[in-house]
């Protein structure tokens, strides 16, 4: 008669760490597939965002091309200045 009632006690827990199991594991693939929606999401919004900037910065150069090429200029003075001095 024991022997009866620990089985069952064994298998109301087994069936109970079962049910406990498939339902983290669903909770888990649950929140991965919010997370991998939310960094699609960020994503997205990230590559709309570079469009912008580049279009801005684009107009902005079409614009007023001039203080570009001087920074241009300048920036590639000091790279060369700089390149130089560490070959010697």
């Keep these: 008669m ?4 620990t089985s069952k006690q064994g298998q109301t827990t087994a069936d ?3 049910e406990f199991a498939r339902s ?5 693939e649950q929140k991965g ?3 991998a929606s939310d960094a ?3 994503f997205k919004e990230g590559q709309e965002q570079a ?3 580049m279009e801005t910065v684009d107009r902005q150069v079409r614009e007023n091309p001039w203080p570009v090429i001087a920074a ?9 200045c700089v390149i130089s001095k ?3």
């Design 2 to 5: 024991q022997n009866d009632y």
């Design 16 to 18: 109970k760490a079962a």
């Design 24 to 28: 983290a594991g669903q909770q888990a």
């Design 33 to 35: 597939k919010d997370i």
């Design 40 to 42: 699609q999401k960020m």
């Design 51 to 53: 469009g912008k900037i």
């Design 72 to 80: 241009v200029a300048a920036v590639s003075l000091l790279l060369g």
């Design 86 to 88: 560490s070959n010697k």
